[in-house]
């Protein structure tokens, strides 16, 4: 379920993926206090976002762990935005 967060049309940011957490964080432009909202993936998941057409916590997956890959494979992802893991 997408979830919103920030202030205004403006500042406000939908966070689509479920493992996503969705904060206000206060930032400061050109001298003014504005809160903004940033999406960021959930403690366990790594952000894989990266992109032109994506933005923080729109691609959050596992992150390869010790021992994922027998026989001290090195543990690889598909592609930039796809949580897919396979060993090589």
Do not use: H, W
């Not at 979830?3 to 940011?13: A, L, M």
């Not at 997956?61 to 949580?83: E, S």
């Amino acid at each position: 379920m997408a979830r919103i967060c920030g202030n205004d049309s403006e500042t406000s940011v939908v966070c689509k993926n479920e493992t996503a957490i969705c904060l206000d964080v206060q930032t400061e432009e050109e001298g003014i206090e504005i809160v903004k909202g940033q999406c960021f993936c959930a403690p366990g998941y790594e952000d894989i976002s990266g992109g032109n057409y994506s933005v923080n916590g729109d691609f959050c997956a596992p992150p390869c762990v010790t021992g994922f890959c027998a026989n001290d494979g090195q543990c690889l992802r598909k592609d930039d935005n796809i949580a897919e893991l396979y060993c090589e």
